[in-house]
């Protein structure tokens, strides 16, 4: 067990080290920031696999030795507390419970140090797991090398085999994860529909608050039929969906064929005008949605980093994304678009702010086709762009527009391979105002639709619109990286105070200056 659990924090702690979000401090001794508070009718239960007592939870001398006996032990407002790691052969059954759960105790009293690992033990096929009807606030804890067989239909999501949940599976549930890694969890198996590889919801709500989303897998390259959804996390219709200063790295989905939604985040609802889904201040870096080649096919790669579908309001803020990409092979096929980065279909209210994507796109062994997204696609529905870089795109257009309508305010879309800065291929109401719009073959191009509104914009070439500025779109030197020092009609700034809001985007920006090549003017 301890090469295992090993094995796991390293991967851990190597990627957690590179991460630019400060970790949460003081999760596991604090019971108000959750749902679930420690109140006076509930109790403390402790679990520690070494104890030697007599093994009814009440002190750590006394703890159980099982998670799954704590579990079925706990009342509402119960809090149980784990010490040291597990290594399952089953995985844990949560049902119709209210309690939370923390790790990384030492056995002395309240005293935290790191997490609790919960791996897989590798002669059995689990997740590590499965929540119905229940409210559960986990913190402190490692969910690694979840690997289900347990296909199921469950016929409100879909009438077809699926596999939901590999690290965590939550139905008609709140769930609130603080504190947390989730690594190396992962699904092959030959089935339909591959749904959620560390965290599958259905209903309820999500709360993900300074968790770490590490190497992530769904899908199987030799499955014909396979859709592969959220590597890290899917969600289907659940009424809330917050993501806080969490980190998604390394996720892998991938099939033959068929399609694929949100490698980092899928959250997808069945109807519009209900939910509400918030990401702040995270990271996505590395993400990969992979397909081998089958020419029969019409499909799609739907937003590689997020996913966001048919909710009443989404809100992106104070996010970075680097190289997250779409990977295929090209045949020549009858393939549709890939579709960006960020993915927005049917939403009442979308917006991004104040957020960097850089390096992101498509990448094929072949010819590229055309109209690839590199980064943002708008489907349906409105979308609203405020101070957002997105530069260093691969192959693809930085913002394609397909229906819906779309606001670009002090936004930068440049430095795109292979595209232009904005794509129009349908009907839809596009405007743009005081932005960098440069891409390889130039400022924007309508294959179908109606031309977009472009004012007080900077581009290589004239622009239809009000008081745009022909010249060359900068990233030379700190003064020049955005239209507010060229074109001078910005109001608020970039950011506000007219300075970068986290020093780490201010880091990203200037290593993004050094490997644009373009002229200093």
């Known amino acids: 067990m301890k090469s295992i659990c090993s094995s796991v924090r390293k991967i ?20 108000d920031d959750g749902i679930i508070s420690t109140a006076p009718d509930g109790k403390i239960i402790y679990v520690d696999s070494d ?32 010490k040291g790691d597990y290594v399952l052969t ?23 140090s790191g997490r609790s690992v919960l791996t897989r033990d590798a002669a059995v096929n689990i ?12 913190e402190g804890l490692v969910i690694s090398n979840g690997c289900c067989n347990e296909v199921e239909r469950i016929a409100e999501i879909n009438t077809k085999d699926i596999v939901l949940g590999q690290g965590i599976s939550a139905l008609h549930s709140d769930l609130s994860l603080s504190n947390c890694v989730f690594a190396a969890n992962s699904y092959d198996l030959t ?5 959620g590889g560390a965290v ?3 209903k309820g709500s999500l709360h993900i608050t300074d968790c770490h989303f590490i190497s992530n897998r769904i899908g199987k390259v030799s499955d014909l039929y396979g859709c592969a959804h959220g590597a890290d996390v899917y969600s289907k219709d659940a009424q809330v969906v917050e993501v806080l200063s969490s980190t998604f790295e390394g996720g892998l989905c991938r099939t033959h064929s068929a399609e694929f939604f949100g490698v980092g985040l899928a959250l997808v609802r069945q109807s519009n005008n209900e939910g509400v889904a918030v990401v702040s201040n995270c990271v996505f870096r590395g993400i990969e949605a992979k397909r081998s080649v089958n020419p029969i096919w019409s499909n799609h790669s739907r937003g590689t980093a ?5 909710f009443a309001s989404v809100k992106i803020e104070d996010c970075r994304f680097f190289d997250n990409i779409n990977s295929r092979k090209n045949s020549g096929g009858a393939y549709t678009s890939q579709c960006g980065t960020l993915y927005f279909d049917g939403n009442s209210t979308a917006s991004v702010i104040r957020s960097v994507l850089y390096g992101n796109g498509s990448r094929r062994t072949g010819v590229p086709i055309e109209g690839d997204c590199g980064s943002i696609c708008l489907q349906s529905g409105s979308l609203s762009l405020t101070n957002v870089l997105q530069a260093g795109c691969a192959y693809g257009d930085g913002v394609e527009i397909f229906g819906g309508n779309l606001n670009a305010y002090n936004c930068t879309f440049a430095a795109i391979t292979n595209g232009y800065a904005i794509r129009i291929a349908g009907n839809c109401e596009a405007f743009f105002e005081n932005c960098i719009l440069s891409g390889e073959k130039g400022a924007y191009i309508v294959t179908s639709g109606n031309t977009p509104t472009i004012n007080r914009c900077l581009a290589a070439e004239e622009l239809p619109g009000l008081e745009n500025i022909v010249g060359e779109p900068l990233f030379g030197d700190d003064a020049y990286f955005h239209p507010k020092s060229k074109v001078g009609r910005c109001i608020d700034g970039y950011f506000s105070g007219n300075e970068w809001t986290y020093d780490a985007i201010h880091e990203a920006l200037f290593a993004l200056i050094a490997k644009l090549e373009v002229k200093n003017g």
């Open 51 to 82: 104890a030697t007592g007599n093994g009814d939870g009440s002190s750590w001398q006394d703890a159980y030795t099982s998670i799954q006996v704590a579990i079925d032990a706990a009342r509402p407002n119960d809090h149980i507390r784990l």
């Open 90 to 112: 089953e995985q844990l059954l949560i049902t119709n419970a209210s309690f939370r759960i923390s790790g990384g105790y030492t056995g002395d009293g309240d005293s935290v």
């Open 12 to 31: 851990a702690a190597i990627a957690i080290c590179i991460m630019i979000l400060p970790r949460f401090a003081g999760a596991a001794e604090s019971a």
């Open 200 to 202: 599958g919801m259905y």
């Open 127 to 138: 997740r590590i797991a499965r929540i119905t009807n229940s409210v559960v606030y986990a």
């Open 306 to 310: 997020i996913t966001a579908i048919k």
């Open 191 to 195: 089935v339909q529909y591959f749904h």
